[in-house]
């Protein structure tokens, strides 16, 4: 391992236990609920906060302002970066960015959605929402869902390596597997009706009903209320905090888009991994934790591809035979601990969790705990994966 | 039931207005940068290679290939749900841009259609321009 700058550590969590507020509480208060929370995991206060990061997904346009406004803060940083459920592993870099110049000594990020209260049909409605975009003018007459858009990255890694429906299974079984162990996510499935809160089969992921082909029920993920709040502080301020520091070790961003002649089966992840993983000094196969951004089960599997753990086509028989689950240390990293997207909360941009998940583990707190879990990656798609996406990779390490 | 309405493109949008104009006429055109050659598709006004913004305008034969698909089986989209299952594609076109678009023409989606299938431009005529659509060829 090369020597690693620790200048920026995450050093507060929170993720806000309610999955289902039934319109009862807004974004802003999730927020500001979560926020409150991870200060006190970290031993701070409000009075602490000089920087703030935000993907206005609470209060609308400028978020920057009315956010600091809202929490009643003065940071001397504030940053809007908007690129969807990967927004958080974007923040995390700039707040260790920030951190590093001088500019910021705490920063926090927050999240809070109502996704589920407000009903908003977000896999199968009539298609995502890029406002007056040219692309979307040229490709709204289709119908293509959310859950299509990613069926049809499915579709093509069967056609080009030979990927199966059984191998995609494996992804929401292993999350199953996690989320049975974290009462968070059991009151989750139980909260939003699910039918059959167990741990999963291949066979009932397959036999679920098609949504949009090849993508079964169960290869996507929930829609829920939900949110939550990460601090991450300067080297100096993280020693002295209430918890241990998890590092910030690496990190790395990028966007995709269609491309005449591209390959779909190809995701940021390939231009965001390598330097997250290089500034980091660490390679994937010594991970232990992957905190990979579950959508869908194809998302899963093309990130693994593309952030390193198996070659590009060889993820289906990568992910089979239960390598991502926790108590299998030594054949792979666990995925998604916390059941993920897929089996414990998706309010539609979930990267925060990511992050809190990651924490958890390098921490020694998940439900689902890896022996002596030293490094984590954290790595959030948004937008969607078989057209316009972003990917930001986080590497995270205890000391 | 109502006669719910497909979603259709706004012919004032700057981008892409000219695209949509020409489907009037039953042309499929895309653009070729007149510096370096490079094809650009989606329509712009610049191109997206070299520092040019000298494009020309080009029609398609129509023909492409089936570069991936998927069967929709949910859809909250009123127009949408109606038509349920439906195929939405990736396609190919021989001259070089990709296009989203629905195939039709097939009497079950799921197993009428391949990756790699070639297909045909098959225009949905709407009252002030056409709608791309393609069958198998």
């Known amino acids: 391992m090369v020597s690693q700058a620790r200048d920026a550590a995450i050093v507060g969590v929170h993720e806000y236990p309610s999955r289902k507020v039934d319109g009862k509480v807004s974004s802003m208060q999730i927020k500001a609920a979560s926020a409150a929370r991870a ?6 206060t409000w009075k602490d906060v000089d920087a703030i990061y935000d993907a206005g ?115 929401g079984i292993a999350t199953r597997l996690h989320a049975m162990r974290n009462p968070e996510a059991v009151a989750a499935m139980t909260a939003l009706g699910f ?11 397959i036999n679920s009903p098609l949504i949009a082909d090849p993508l079964h029920r169960l290869d996507c993920c929930m829609i829920s209320d939900g949110g939550g709040a990460v601090v991450i502080a300067a080297a100096d301020v993280a020693r002295d905090c209430k918890k241990v520091p998890v590092w910030i070790l690496g990190s790395g961003e990028a966007t995709k888009y269609p491309e005449n002649g591209g390959d779909i089966t190809v995701s940021a992840a390939r231009q965001s991994g390598p330097p997250a993983f290089g500034e980091a000094g660490v390679k994937p196969a010594e991970i232990d934790i992957a905190m990979i951004y579950d959508s869908f089960s194809i998302t899963v599997l093309t990130l693994l591809e593309d952030l390193g753990f198996c070659k590009k086509g060889e993820g289906g028989a990568y992910v089979s035979g239960g390598r991502l689950c926790f108590d299998r240390p030594n054949d792979g990293p666990a995925l998604n601990t916390d059941g993920g997207g897929l089996s414990s909360n998706h309010p539609g941009m979930r990267g925060i969790f990511l992050l809190i998940e990651a924490t958890r583990q390098l921490r020694g707190e998940s439900t689902s705990q890896v022996k002596d879990a030293r490094l984590a990656v954290a790595h959030g798609n948004g937008g969607m994966l078989g057209s316009r996406h972003s990917g930001g990779t986080v590497i995270l390490g205890r000391d | 039931m109502a006669d719910f309405k497909r979603p259709l493109p706004n012919l004032k949008e700057h981008d892409t207005r000219e695209f949509w104009q020409a489907t009037k006429d039953g042309k499929l055109t895309y653009q070729k940068c007149v510096d370096c050659d490079t094809v650009v598709f989606y329509p712009r006004h610049h191109c997206t290679a070299c520092l040019g913004s000298n494009l020309s305008w080009h029609t398609a034969s129509g023909r492409g290939t089936v570069y991936s698909f998927s069967v929709v089986r949910k859809a909250e989209h009123p127009f949408f749900r109606g038509q349920v299952p439906y195929a939405v594609a990736w396609i190919d076109l021989d001259e070089g841009p990709r296009l989203l678009s629905n195939v039709i023409g097939v009497d079950d989606p799921a ?27």
């Open chain 1, 57 to 171: 997904e609470g209060g609308g346009g400028m978020s920057g302002l009315t956010i600091a406004e809202y929490f009643g803060l003065k940071p001397n940083v504030i940053d809007t970066t908007a690129v969807g459920g990967s927004s958080y592993e974007f923040h995390a870099a700039h707040a260790k960015r920030d951190i590093a110049a001088g500019k910021a000594r705490v920063a926090l990020l927050t999240y809070g959605s109502n996704a589920l209260s407000q009903a908003m049909a977000i896999g199968t409605g009539g298609r995502g929402g890029f406002g007056t975009h040219p692309a979307e003018n040229m490709d709204s007459f289709a119908g293509m869902t959310l859950v299509s858009n990613y069926a049809m990255v499915a579709r093509r890694h069967m056609h080009q390596y030979g990927t199966t429906s059984e191998q995609l299974a494996e992804i």
């Open chain 2, 111 to 137: 197993n009428d259609i391949t990756v790699g299938q070639r297909v045909m431009v098959e225009w949905e005529i709407h009252d002030e321009l056409a709608l791309p659509l393609f069958r198998p060829a």
């Open chain 1, 195 to 205: 039918l059959d809160i167990r741990e999963t089969t291949i066979d009932d992921v």
């Open chain 1, 39 to 44: 200060l006190a995991d970290a031993g701070l």
